[in-house]
């Protein structure tokens, strides 16, 4: 292999490594902040339904107060009913107190249908405050991984980029500059591509005989006729043994 090309190809390893961790730095903070907003969201939704619990007893009280009020209201005409001087008059004490009578029948009706109502809320608030806790307790350790993650990641990212610094000083400038310029025009990074069965294995043009003996002798820097990139044949242990043969 053209050590130029071998050395290259440190520089690409070390490219794409440090690519992938780059990545992952600008993902997890993305990560981190959809959970926060499940988190917020759950949470949204357990004020509302403790919200309900507290309209429902709040009405109830109302209709509590409605009813004393109704109650007092009866006691008061049934005094005056006493006094009722005509028959008249009584009747319409009577209807008074009748109609009074039937609003705390359907105070109590509303009272019990609210009490019904309430149970299944009072249980689902309950239910969703656990599952709460749980959740801000494992969104904390996720958003703690995802800190270690991330310091891990820079650490690395540091160590590596060290390593292509010196890396591409073993490269020859002209080399080098080809390969900066390949890894740029091709989305996936990669500028140098593998010959896998007289294959470039980037676009999968045959290789012309010629071009693959040139790459196999390595004595020049050789690239594909087609994507540009330069082209290199590893040396397998079969490869070797085959050669020791010979
Ligand atoms: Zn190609």
Redesign the pocket.
């Known amino acids: 292999m053209h050590p130029d090309i071998s050395n290259a190809l440190v520089v690409q390893e070390l490219d794409l490594h440090i690519g992938g961790l780059r990545k992952e730095i600008a993902l997890l903070p993305r990560q981190v902040a959809e959970i926060e907003r499940q988190l917020e969201a759950h949470s949204r939704q357990l004020d509302l339904e403790k919200a309900a619990v507290a309209n429902n007893l709040k009405e109830r009280k109302t209709l509590d107060a409605d009813i004393q009020v109704h109650r007092q209201k009866i006691s008061k005409l049934k005094d005056q009913m006493m006094q009722a001087k005509t028959n008249d008059q009584y009747r319409a004490f009577q209807h008074e107190i009748d109609f009074c009578e039937k609003s705390i029948g359907a105070c109590e009706d509303r009272i019990l249908e609210l009490m019904l109502a309430a149970e299944p809320l009072e249980i689902n608030v309950k239910k969703a405050e656990t599952a709460l806790a749980e959740e801000k307790k494992a969104v904390e350790k996720q958003k703690s991984e995802a800190r270690a993650r991330t310091a891990d990641d820079e650490a690395a990212l540091k160590r590596a980029l060290g390593e292509r610094e010196d890396a591409a000083r073993q490269v020859s400038p002209p080399v080098l500059s080809t390969y900066e310029r390949l890894r740029v025009k091709h989305k996936d990074g990669v500028a140098i591509?593998e010959v896998v069965e007289g294959q470039?294995a980037?676009?999968h043009?045959l290789l012309r005989p010629q071009l693959l003996v040139e790459v196999r002798a390595g004595s020049e820097v050789v690239a594909?006729e087609?994507?540009r990139?330069l082209l290199y044949l590893p040396i397998r242990p079969v490869d070797i043994a085959a050669e020791m043969q010979l």
């Open positions: 591509a470039c980037s676009c043009m594909c087609n994507c990139r």
